[in-house]
């Protein structure tokens, strides 16, 4: 039985030695870096090395532009993240009778090659160019009811080098609103009740009145291939729901009827197996893990003022509000915001405030170019 536990110790002790002890093998977050209010860096590694650094740029400091710096070295990134602003929500008539739709999501650009996120860095001493990384705010919600929401802003990240390929993320678009104007059979974007072309478009509200069974279309993505469209409304002579705005993972949700919202596009993010080399489990939860939900769409009665109120799309899209001012997509997330309004003779509520973008890079230790040395001599 000794002999079995002195084998067992032995066992365990060439373990440690080689690295293979779970205990201690395991990447952990081994510190955090503050750079200035909008910008943490988060240092990975085991107990004896460090393995990688997750960058994330959370907003424009004071409005500025963020400038990074590579490290010493450092040839390439390994991935990277940007996300744009979400589009605004839309906002219902004073009586109530129209609806509003939600805002879309901001655009998503995840890049995992390295080959498009090099440096030119010649040797170890070396540092790359200075990266110049703009978060896109989200599209302030509608504040008029023949006014649509504002759209999200573009985020971008762009260098000198010459072998850096520069990167826009699309806003998204912002929601319709209850504007009466203009009926029947629109699908231009003059008619303030369709949403807005984005990274993902804007929900619409349905017809109401002259030619009421003609859809209003949901706003468009600016390319089809990484957005998705909002959702149509639906109306009638007396009462128009309002449409989801789209989101990365979906379009905006249609009304199942006219007296109800369309809930916003769903989002993606580390709980659907995306993005998950960028958000490991040991960071911080104050950095989200899932993206780009459209916002809910609201409806309208005119014998009620009232209406349903839809959600947004996967918890980070803002709900809609029958009466007050539509949720926000959360923040760093880029998701459309909720539409709102009241039935109230004021009406001074407004469409959501869509949710700000994000960016987040990661480069690996092993990226850096190892010291060269031209010489070197032994003292004895």
């Not at 993972?249 to 009304?255: D, R, S, T």
């Not at 509520?349 to 690996?364: C, E, K, P, Q």
Request: proline share 5%.
């Amino acid at each position: 039985m000794k002999k079995n536990i002195l084998v067992s110790y032995l066992l365990i002790f060439g373990l440690n030695l080689l690295g293979f002890n779970p205990a201690f093998s395991q990447t952990q977050l081994k510190r955090t870096n503050t750079i200035n209010a909008c910008v943490r860096e988060y240092i990975f590694g085991t107990p004896s090395s460090d393995e990688f650094v997750i960058v994330a740029f959370l907003c424009n400091n004071g409005g500025v532009t963020n400038s990074w710096r590579p490290p010493q070295g450092l040839t390439e990134l390994t991935e990277m993240l940007v996300i744009a602003g979400g589009g605004g929500g839309g906002k219902r008539s004073d009586s109530g009778n129209r609806g509003a739709g939600g805002g879309g999501a901001g655009q998503v650009i995840h890049i995992t090659n390295p080959n498009q996120l090099q440096f030119q860095v010649n040797n170890a001493e070396e540092q790359g160019q200075p990266l110049s990384i703009s978060v896109g705010s989200g599209g302030l919600g509608a504040t008029l009811i023949n006014v649509r929401a504002q759209n999200g802003e573009n985020s971008t990240v762009s260098s000198p080098s010459p072998i850096f390929i520069n990167i826009t993320a699309i806003g998204g678009g912002g929601g319709g609103s209850a504007n009466s104007v203009v009926e029947g059979n629109n699908s231009n974007y003059n008619d303030q009740r369709r949403g807005n072309r984005g990274g993902s478009g804007g929900g619409s509200v349905g017809a109401y009145g002259t030619g009421a069974s003609d859809p209003i279309f949901g706003g468009e993505a600016v390319n089809s291939a990484l957005g998705n469209p909002g959702g149509r409304g639906r109306g009638n002579t007396s009462v128009t729901g309002g449409g989801g705005g789209g989101g990365i993972a979906g379009p905006g949700g249609e009304p199942d009827n006219n007296n109800a919202g369309g809930a916003g596009g769903l989002g993606r993010g580390a709980s659907n197996g995306f993005y998950t080399n960028l958000l490991p489990s040991a960071l911080p939860a104050d950095i989200p893990r899932m993206f780009a939900g459209g916002g809910g769409g609201v409806a309208g009665n005119p014998g009620s003022g009232v209406g349903d109120a839809a959600p947004g799309g996967s918890g980070v899209g803002g709900n809609a509000v029958v009466s007050g001012n539509g949720q926000p997509g959360r923040a760093n997330t880029g998701s459309g915001g909720g539409a709102g309004g009241s039935s109230s003779p004021l009406n001074a509520f407004t469409g959501g405030r869509g949710g700000s973008g994000i960016v987040l890079i990661r480069y690996d230790f092993a990226r850096i170019l190892p010291v060269e040395y031209g010489s070197y001599a032994l003292e004895v």
